[in-house]
């Protein structure tokens, strides 16, 4: 999925960028601890639940990074994702949220659907604070 918004690359890199950042701008995650030098994180979902996320790839050039899923109450496997914003110039910037998985106790369209509220609900909020 992704979103155009109304802010500088740099800065919109600077909030969503970090692998600890996701309670700064995701409605569903209340709180993010990282774990083993910062190679995880334990994501405390509203509503109770946690997700462990392991970060496989940051890079700050690119404004890029990935993750794969450890843990998770969410109806996936071999779960994949990747976050990364680009510089459209003019001081705006996209934010394109990709994954790959398979279905794990749900049929795959239910998975799918689970997984795109929650990157949709992230991206909607990135623009409710940045416009687009």
Known sequence: MM???DVAA??????IGG???LSDWHP????????DEGSMRVLSLA???????KLEKHDDNERI????????????????AEIKVIDNGDGKSSVEWSSEFSADGAE???A?????GIFQAGLDNLKKMYGG
């Open 28 to 35: 569903a995650v209340e709180k993010s601890e990282l774990q």
């Open 3 to 5: 979103t155009d918004l």
């Open 10 to 15: 740099d800065q919109l890199w600077s909030l």
């Open 47 to 53: 509503g109770g639940g946690e997700i462990v996320e």
């Open 112 to 116: 799918i659907d689970v997984i795109a």
């Open 19 to 21: 692998f600890n950042a």
């Open 108 to 110: 795959e369209n239910e």
């Open 65 to 80: 990074y990935s993750y794969t899923i450890t843990d998770s109450p969410l109806p996936v496997k071999n779960y994949r």
